[in-house]
């Protein structure tokens, strides 16, 4: 499946800041890959306190052929492998695919093999949060405030 770079990018870029690599408690070190039929790809992290998912359409070259409503590839691997090969990237689309427990990143003529993690025969799953927004208050933030706190 045809990932278009930059875009995956942006996304792991903002994903790898809440992976914490705390040694006892290895969910933290890594990422969750979740690309969907309709050209959405998803990212969850997670830090042990706090859970981001990012994502972008448009990441996932959908071609006519193969269009889905559903879940096209799900992976765990490490944040920072992940982060730090694409990162390094410069051909404007990669490649993934899953082989033999591993997720295959190819660009170009170059493939790169990262382990995946499983727990009890499947992929690891991260923490499922469900949060009831319903009846939550709502407040007016200063948009240059939110901005200062999301940079630090």
């Known amino acids: 499946m045809n990932i278009n770079t930059s875009k995956f990018k942006n996304i792991i870029n903002k994903a790898i800041k809440a992976c914490s690599n705390n040694k006892l408690f290895p969910l933290t070190s890594l990422v969750s890959v979740n690309v969907f039929g309709?050209?959405?790809?998803g990212l969850v992290t997670y830090?042990?306190?706090n859970l981001l998912s990012v994502g972008d359409y448009g990441v996932y070259e959908v071609s006519n052929n193969d269009y889905t409503d559903g879940l096209v590839l799900e992976a765990v691997v490490s944040a920072?492998?992940?982060?730090a090969l694409v990162n390094k990237l410069s051909i404007p689309t990669i490649n993934f695919a899953i082989k033999d427990g591993n997720l295959v990143?190819?660009?170009g003529r170059n493939s790169y093999k990262l382990p995946m993690f499983?727990?009890?025969g499947a992929v690891v799953q991260?923490?499922?949060i469900d949060i009831d927004v319903s009846n939550a208050d709502s407040t007016t933030v200063n948009v240059d405030s939110l901005k200062l706190a999301l940079k630090h």
């Open 118 to 120: 499983y727990e009890e």
């Open 105 to 107: 990143v190819t660009s």
């Open 126 to 128: 991260f923490p499922v």
């Open 47 to 49: 830090d042990s306190t």
């Open 80 to 83: 920072s492998q992940l982060c």
């Open 38 to 41: 309709d050209g959405f790809c």
